[in-house]
């Protein structure tokens, strides 16, 4: 990869919607780029799961992603769990470095594992929260949450 992307290391940003990108391949350009991302875009994408991603980022000595735009993705409970209760934790600055969370569309996999719900946004919202400089979540057309479930993102100003 190093010879594809000789400059990886320096992006900041990475839009990869809509591609052929599965958990591997992010896991390979993480290991390029993740210690200086701002901004990944890996919505309608062949990823799986948040996983991969939680363990680059969490593992970098600070957080830079401001910007995460999952889409389309089908993330159990579990997996936005994993990714959201450690950022949740690191300390404010770096948990105020999120600024905007995009999980439109999150499908039901049909396997026990359901969308996004009312239920499974109860369990990450505690953590999204603590996430003080979020100015932009967007949740559109997931058909399983209902308004009064985000009053309590709208009303935390």
Known sequence: LRTLFPYTTLYRSLKLR????????L??????CALSLTSLDISYSQVKSLDILSR???SAPTW???K?????LPLTP???VGFFQPLSERPEAERSTM???KLG??????????GLTDAVLALVLPFLEKLDGLEVVSLFQNWGVRFLSLSRIALRD
């Open 27 to 32: 896991g390979r350009l993480l290991a390029l």
């Open 68 to 72: 995460l735009v999952a889409s389309g």
């Open 56 to 58: 680059a980022l969490h």
């Open 99 to 101: 600024r905007t969370l």
């Open 64 to 66: 830079r992603l401001t």
């Open 78 to 80: 579990a997996t936005l």
């Open 18 to 25: 809509s591609t052929e990108l599965s958990d591997s391949s």
């Open 105 to 114: 569309s999150l499908p039901d996999t049909g396997t026990k594992q359901p």
